[in-house]
T-cell receptor
């Protein structure tokens, strides 16, 4: 089992729709959870982080965390073509030292 | 404020050679982490350094080593390069070892 799993996609949504990206993780000791956006040929860019169970909203983005189910998600409201990118879920664990484990990413396409 | 900087931006080496990659963190950030990202995958954690000491290590061979300097900049060294080392090498900095990380533009390494 991979430590952080994401659907590779691609996920295709029409402009203005809600895009839902999901991520599961295996280490119950995971402390912090992050969503990064990565455009082709560029480095990852932080979108949101979440530490506690529940929802966290920032503009058009909402991160949701459920530690009991080991599940974290990202909702993008009013999706725009500029949101088309790969979205990386990252989990910070303390097992064996400090390290951040990334999923393989989900490719999102927003159709105009 | 300047973000994370990395040098060089691109590098071509041949098998068996050695390479040194450099990273300067955001001003005030004391932690630097290194990642390897191959095409189609998420970043894979290599090392985290905080206050010039190694705080975390990923599952990479001993050919990979790193260090952090008193000004918090860092170098990643890879010896005896293999074709499979061809990747984008990312550096990320954070204020301390548990804080949110911000990525530099990366160094693209090609091993021939």
């Amino acid at each position: 089992q991979k430590e952080v799993e994401q659907n590779s996609g691609p996920l295709s949504v029409p402009e203005g729709a809600i895009a839902s990206l999901n991520c599961t993780y295996s280490d119950r000791g995971s402390q912090s959870f992050f969503w990064y956006r990565q455009y082709s040929g560029k480095s990852p860019e932080l979108i949101m982080f979440i530490y506690s169970n529940g929802d966290k909203e920032d503009g058009r983005f909402t991160a949701q965390l459920n530690k009991a189910s080991q599940y974290v998600s990202l909702l993008i409201r009013d999706s725009q073509p500029s949101d088309s990118a790969t979205y990386l879920c990252a989990v910070k664990v303390l097992t064996g030292g400090f390290k951040t484990i990334f999923g393989a990413g989900t490719r999102l396409f927003v159709k105009a | 404020d300047a973000g994370v900087t990395q040098s060089p931006t691109h590098l071509i080496k041949t098998r068996g050679q050695q390479v040194t990659l450099r990273c300067s963190p955001i001003s005030g950030h004391k932690s630097v982490s290194w990642y390897q990202q191959v095409l189609g995958q998420g970043p894979q954690f290599i090392f985290q350094y905080y206050e010039k000491e190694e705080r975390g290590r990923g599952n990479f061979p001993d050919r990979f080593s790193a260090r952090q300097f008193p000004n918090y900049s860092s170098e990643l060294n890879v010896n005896a390069l293999l074709l499979g080392d061809s990747a984008l090498y990312l550096c990320a900095s954070s204020q301390d070892r548990e804080e949110t990380q911000y990525f530099g533009p990366g160094t693209r390494l090609l091993v021939l």
